[in-house]
């Protein structure tokens, strides 16, 4: 397979399997190089321990910046293009990592990306963002503290003038090479905002950090690559410097594709009615065998069922009680119907205490971030 043909696209619905592809045609570095580095310093997230976050672009500059007590700072965003479901939620887990770890946290709401992108209406964006991700983003406990929290379309004067700067750092062959020769002008202003996303918390009036690490799905890389390359283009004239930044795996969807807001089939939402998550739940793609006896004498396969995907990515935070659900299907000790059945009972408990702590945090999401006014 050669590198046109593993091709990273962010606004694709095509699955990587491959990771081991992402190292060799990319550059990207895997993260057990810096994991051990990052522990003598601070515990790992699980999702680190557990290689969820597989690789890496100068993560142990940012491990160097938390071990000299200098400040550092994480830039994601999410789009408001549906209901915010489980493989959104991994984002946040890492954000909400880093926030206690002292960093600044400047989090985007990609309202513009979904008007160009998604062609999402402005009022629709808004309220989405608001009601699904915001006060989502609470109820997990993000906390307000060192927090950057603002629509693309309502920010600061200064943010836009680097957007207005960014396009002299670029060519059309640039953008066509990273995205494809079909990409319209729509997609354009949406690359060049999240550039300035990345980079405006090193401008010495919006924060002036120079560690910045940006977690993102593997296929974000390409905004991550030009990123990297405008800020060198830009280094003498701003100071700015290359973003590092992590990677990590995709959720797969319930039916064993890829986890989709456009696929509601796909997903469970952080919202979702108990019941009807345990229904898509217990219709969910499996590792098990074709039958119980082949599943007793072979055993299951984990590594490619969904179900052990929800203990791994959120339902079992005990490594060591992972690691017995892992054996147990590895060995046949349990059955896929039974494995469900605990799947469901761990999912049915965090949804409603998760709904609950919703609940109260729909009433502050006007404190944590300015609504624009149009």
């Not at 890496?56 to 000299?68: G, K």
């Not at 469970?268 to 119980?292: C, H, W, Y």
Request: aromatic share 10%; charged share 25%.
């Amino acid at each position: 397979m050669s590198i046109v043909e593993f091709k990273l696209d962010p606004w694709s619905h095509v699955m990587i399997k491959d990771y081991e592809k992402l190292f060799q045609y990319f550059g990207i570095r895997p993260f057990n190089e810096v994991i051990n580095k990052l522990k003598s310093v601070a515990e790992p997230h699980y999702l680190m321990r557990r290689g969820i976050i597989f690789g890496h672009r100068d993560f142990d500059r940012v491990v160097d910046a938390i071990i000299r007590g200098e400040r550092f700072a994480v830039v994601t965003g999410l789009m408001p293009s549906g209901k915010m479901h489980f493989g959104h939620k991994m984002v946040i887990d890492q954000v909400i990592y880093y926030q206690r770890l002292d960093a600044e946290i400047y989090l985007v709401i990609a309202d513009i990306e979904a008007y160009n992108v998604r062609r999402i209406s402005r009022d629709d964006a808004i309220n989405i963002a608001l009601r699904d991700y915001v006060a989502n983003y609470i109820a997990l406990g993000l906390d307000k503290k060192n927090l950057h929290l603002y629509f693309q379309s309502n920010y600061k004067i200064k943010y836009y003038r680097l957007i207005q700067l960014i396009p002299r750092k670029l060519t059309l062959a640039e953008l066509r090479a990273a995205y494809g020769e079909d990409i319209d002008v729509g997609k354009v202003i949406s690359v060049i905002t999240q550039i300035a996303d990345i980079l405006h918390p090193q401008l010495k009036d919006l924060g002036g950090f120079k560690h910045i690490v940006v977690p993102v799905g593997p296929d974000q890389d390409p905004h991550i690559r030009l990123t990297r390359d405008v800020a060198q283009r830009f280094n003498d004239e701003l100071g700015l410097t290359p973003p590092s930044s992590t990677y990590h795996r995709f959720m797969s969807g319930l039916d064993g594709g890829k986890m989709s807001s456009s696929r509601p089939e796909s997903y469970i939402s952080l919202n979702e009615d108990p019941a009807t998550a345990v229904q898509k739940l217990m219709k969910a793609f499996t590792g098990g065998r074709a039958t119980a006896e082949e599943q007793k004498k072979l055993g299951g396969e984990p590594e490619k069922c969904v179900v052990y995907e929800f203990y791994a990515y959120h339902l079992i935070p005990d490594d060591e009680e992972l690691r017995r659900a892992y054996l147990d299907c590895k060995l046949g000790n349990v059955l896929c119907g039974e494995c469900k059945l605990k799947a469901a009972e761990l999912l049915t408990k965090y949804l409603i205490q998760h709904n609950d702590r919703y609940e109260k945090a729909l009433p502050k999401v006007s404190e944590y971030v300015e609504m624009p006014d149009f």
